[in-house]
């Protein structure tokens, strides 16, 4: 089941709490002592305005000697006087005030994103039991399809990564890709290890790289099979190798592939983790599993699978780039205090989805670290998937294909994200776009000046690589 990495804190998530109720209180008094001043001033504002319209009623008719202007003029001295007394209380006291409980409850927002329970992660196009195409042991296929006559018949199928986090991190993608024309357009959602029954038709379920392609595969013959030709394929991150080695197996069911921030070749270039696997070893990983690994317990889908806790992987995404978690946190604290809130609102919703945590099947965090981060056997040519040897090389020259790197990615480093296309000597040049832009891992997925310059052109390279609908007279 989904839970914060926070829990991991249970000592700090305390230290917290007893933070906020200081915090509560002082808000608390100058919320109240702001409404106090506040009623006051407008009380003696309302009686001296209206002791002014009195005055201009009745002044003439008690003097006559004063001329109407001359007792006008008077009166508009003394309002812009009093006037401006009451815009000096105001500045002076009830700003202050204001102020003051602003602050108290920007810090108190700020406490709560940590320390209070994380809103459910879902999609935030709406959808139905209806438009789940597929719901697979480890996946579920979402349809989000334009509700319009379409001008291609190939879906766009976009494969969220497993990385600790709700697969939402593509719909921005998604989105994009189909506002462009890609319009059959199908999301694959992947599932929290807790909520993967171990036994399927009373068979033992493998979660490891076998047993993801089978799903992919099967994801991949739906999608054809709705409009008889094969889907273009979009890999968000982790699934890039694997969707590579479904379409090295079935070339038939991919119209068009690409990835973006994959670690593809991760021989390619140096990385902190392509560096730290292969000075750990392969059997690192079963020290960490052995150290941070559960089984699931018996009221969750997944009982008795062995999973690797994913608030452990999202612990190592925040230290891998803690410079930058800080100075967003700083950012965050100075917007809720501020009353930012437009620009606080969009940073609360990142972390809301960065501290929201899934855990791994254990086989598939094995099988990643050992045959993608350790082995590189991809692009080495010795990954065996069903008793098969495939490698780079068997990629097949009829699906075009596109690679999307940052400059500054810690996590898929440019030439690892990019590497292999180069590779890749089969398919013609004039059908390779291999692009990258200048941005850290998360702005591949969700900056929007990376969505305007480069998927606009990865969407052209799709939609000039698609069948068009015949349409009938």
Request: aromatic share 10%; hydrophobic share 40%; charged share 25%.
């Amino acid at each position: 089941m989904s839970t914060s990495v926070m829990t991991l804190f249970p000592f700090m998530l305390n230290g917290m709490e007893a933070m906020k109720i200081p915090i509560e209180i002082a808000a608390d008094m100058a919320l109240k002592d702001f409404h106090a001043a506040f009623a006051g001033a407008d009380m003696m504002k309302n009686l001296h305005d209206t002791h002014v319209k009195m005055s201009r009623h009745f002044l003439p008719l008690m003097d006559p000697v004063i001329e109407k202007e001359t007792s006008e003029s008077l009166l508009d001295i003394y309002q812009e006087g009093s006037d401006a007394l009451f815009s000096i209380y105001r500045e002076n006291l009830l700003r202050p005030l204001a102020r003051f409980y602003e602050e108290r409850a920007g810090e108190l927002e700020f406490l709560k994103l940590f320390t209070d329970e994380l809103p459910p992660q879902d999609w935030t196009v709406e959808y139905d039991q209806s438009k789940i195409l597929l719901d697979l042991p480890s996946f579920r296929l979402i349809e989000i399809s334009a509700d319009i006559r379409h001008a291609i018949e190939n879906y766009t199928v976009i494969f969220a990564p497993r990385a600790g986090h709700h697969s939402n991190i593509a719909e921005r993608v998604a989105l994009f890709l189909r506002g462009q024309g890609l319009t059959r357009m199908a999301i694959v959602e992947q599932k929290c290890a807790e909520d993967i029954p171990l036994y399927v038709d009373g068979k033992r379920h493998h979660e490891n790289f076998e047993g993801q392609i089978r799903q992919y595969t099967e994801i991949l013959e739906h999608l054809k099979g709705k409009t008889g030709f094969p889907p273009h394929l979009v890999a968000i991150c982790q699934p890039g190798p694997l969707l590579m080695m479904t379409l090295i197996l079935r070339p038939d069911l991919g119209k068009t592939f690409g990835s973006a921030g994959a670690p593809m070749d991760t021989e390619a270039e140096q990385g902190f983790l392509t560096d730290f696997a292969r000075s750990m070893g392969e059997n690192y990983i079963e020290r960490l599993i052995a150290l941070f690994g559960q089984t699931v317990c018996d009221d969750r889908p997944g009982r008795g699978r062995e999973i690797f806790d994913g608030r452990f992987h999202v612990l190592g995404f925040y230290l891998l780039s803690m410079d930058q978690h800080v100075k967003n946190f700083k950012h965050l604290l100075d917007d809720l205090k501020s009353g930012n809130s437009e620009s606080a609102e969009k940073q609360k919703a990142f972390y809301e989805w960065y501290n929201y945590v899934q855990s791994f099947p254990r086989s598939f965090i094995e099988d990643t670290y050992k045959k993608i981060f350790v082995g590189n056997e991809l692009i080495r040519g010795d990954l065996v998937i069903d008793g098969k040897t495939v490698g780079i090389k068997d990629y097949p020259g009829s699906v075009p294909l596109w690679a999307l790197g940052g400059s500054n990615d810690n996590i898929a480093p440019p030439l690892q994200a990019t590497g292999h296309m180069k590779l890749i000597e089969a398919v013609p040049d004039e059908d390779k776009l291999t692009l990258i832009c200048n941005g850290g891992h998360m702005a591949l997925f969700r900056s929007q000046n990376v969505l305007n310059e480069y998927y606009t052109k990865i969407a052209r390279f799709i939609l000039d690589r698609s069948d068009l609908e015949v349409l009938s007279m």
